[in-house]
């Protein structure tokens, strides 16, 4: 955070931010202040560019047709995935990326060992500082399955035996294992029944307050996404159509009309 940034500023700013895939335009021109501290979801028909906009700020494209994106105070655009990661964003991808054949806990490793407090070389000489970094690891994954409600029996069973509901909070826990500032959520209720979408909910509330962070949602589900956000923007072909509370969104003709009387927000 820059000297002068204070809680009141947004933790991420979108300038104009436009992205096309050849003769696509897949974001345009889209503004945005994400404020500090609360859920901020992110709504809209498939193909509204949701995904693309989560894409541009965390650096797995480029907004190639314009824009800039500030975190804290820091510019993102031209930055690496990993360095963006490394300056406290991180993310979750609409479809589950676990490691197949591994435990939860080897797939929460994966997410820390860029971070461990040791090099390749220590690594090969376990000491104690290694050892120690270890079991700050460990303690970290027990602290984390308990925020988030996975069992720690869980924990050392393969991944692959967890329901889908477990396996999205797996994934939620290996992004935030480094302790990131900003989390962005893609459709992390995508393929939930009633009851895993409503204990996924109530995990993410808790993660929240627990770590402090900042979230922002993208889901279909629209019981989801009215009790856990703070304030929503609606994206149809690109662009920002609305941006206000959640009840305010409900009413909106425009965004009833684009999205909330279609069958993807039912
Ligand atoms: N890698 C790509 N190459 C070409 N076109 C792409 C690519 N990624 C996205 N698009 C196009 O950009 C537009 C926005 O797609 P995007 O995946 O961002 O939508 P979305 O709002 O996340 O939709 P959904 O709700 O279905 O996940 C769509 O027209 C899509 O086909
Ligand atoms: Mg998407």
């Known amino acids: ?6 809680d009141a500023d947004p933790i991420l700013r979108l300038e104009h931010v436009s ?23 992110i709504i809209g028909p498939n193909g ?11 650096g797995f494209c480029v907004p190639n047709a314009g824009g800039h994106i500030h975190y804290q105070g820091r510019n993102l655009v031209g930055r690496p995935v990993h360095a963006i990661a ?15 054949g591994q435990t939860v ?8 060992h860029l971070s461990l407090a040791y090099g390749p070389l220590a690594a090969m000489l376990p000491g104690r500082r290694v050892h ?35 396996q999205k909070k797996v994934e939620v826990a290996r992004a935030v294992i480094r302790r990131p500032r900003l989390l962005l959520l893609d459709e992390p209720a995508g393929g939930l029944n009633d009851r895993e979408t ?41 662009q920002l159509i609305a941006q206000g509370p959640p009840a305010d969104m409900q009413q909106d ?11 993807d927000a039912a």
Do not use: W
């Open 1 to 6: 955070m820059t000297a002068s940034a204070t």
């Open 19 to 41: 992205k096309t895939f050849g003769g696509v335009q897949a974001v345009r021109d889209v503004s945005l202040d994400i404020p500090q501290g609360i859920v901020f979801g």
């Open 48 to 58: 509204a560019g949701k995904t693309t906009l989560f894409n541009c700020i965390s």
């Open 86 to 100: 490394r300056l406290g964003i991180a993310r979750t991808f609409q479809n589950i990326s676990l490691l197949s």
């Open 105 to 112: 806990r080897q797939n929460l490793m994966i997410g820390l």
């Open 132 to 166: 120690a970094a270890e079991a700050q690891a460990h303690s970290d994954i027990d602290r984390l399955a308990d925020i988030l409600a996975i069992p720690r029996s869980a924990l050392d069973g393969q991944v692959d035996a967890l329901s889908l509901g477990m």
């Open 198 to 238: 409503e204990d996924l909910g109530r995990s993410l509330s808790e993660l929240r307050r627990e770590l402090d962070l900042s979230i922002v949602l993208i889901d279909h589900d629209m019981d989801l996404v009215m009790s856990l956000c703070h304030e929503l923007c609606v994206l149809d072909f690109g």
């Open 253 to 263: 003709p425009k965004v009833v009309a684009v999205y909330l009387g279609t069958p």
